[in-house]
């Protein structure tokens, strides 16, 4: 059993920057660690994701070269370093954890609470 809490939401100005953070209760090195997001009368939507330790990493196209996933596995910790923040990000951001090497929020087995990103104007 897997246990996630996010942290490091808040509000931001557009063009701003956020890093989340997700404490993992248990060893997560052998999980896949996904970040989704979902917004206010939208379905959750795959963010970022890094399938395995040391491994690939996988990007909406939204997100592209202004978001990075890493981990620390010392730590039991994922991160999503959010930059060039814009108002369509403005979301609650889940962390979550999979068996599975996919980019499917369905194949996810482990989710945290969440936490509220809100980038103004």
């Known amino acids: 059993q897997v246990q996630l809490v996010e942290s490091g939401g808040g509000l931001v100005q557009a063009g701003g920057s956020l890093r989340l953070s997700c404490a993992a209760s248990g060893h997560t090195f052998s999980y896949a660690m996904g970040w989704f997001r979902q917004a206010p009368g939208k379905e959750r939507e795959f963010v970022a994701a890094?399938?395995?330790?040391?491994?690939?990493?996988n990007y909406a196209d939204s997100v592209k070269g202004r978001f990075t996933i890493s981990r620390d596995n010392a730590k039991n910790t994922v991160y999503l370093q959010m930059n060039s923040l814009k108002p369509e990000d403005t979301a609650v951001y889940y962390c979550?954890?999979?068996?599975?090497?996919?980019?499917?929020?369905?194949?996810?087995?482990?989710w945290g609470q969440g936490t509220q990103v809100t980038v103004s104007l």
């Open positions: 890094n399938l395995w330790t040391g491994g690939n990493t």
């Open positions: 979550a954890a999979s068996h599975l090497r996919s980019l499917n929020p369905n194949d996810y087995n482990y």
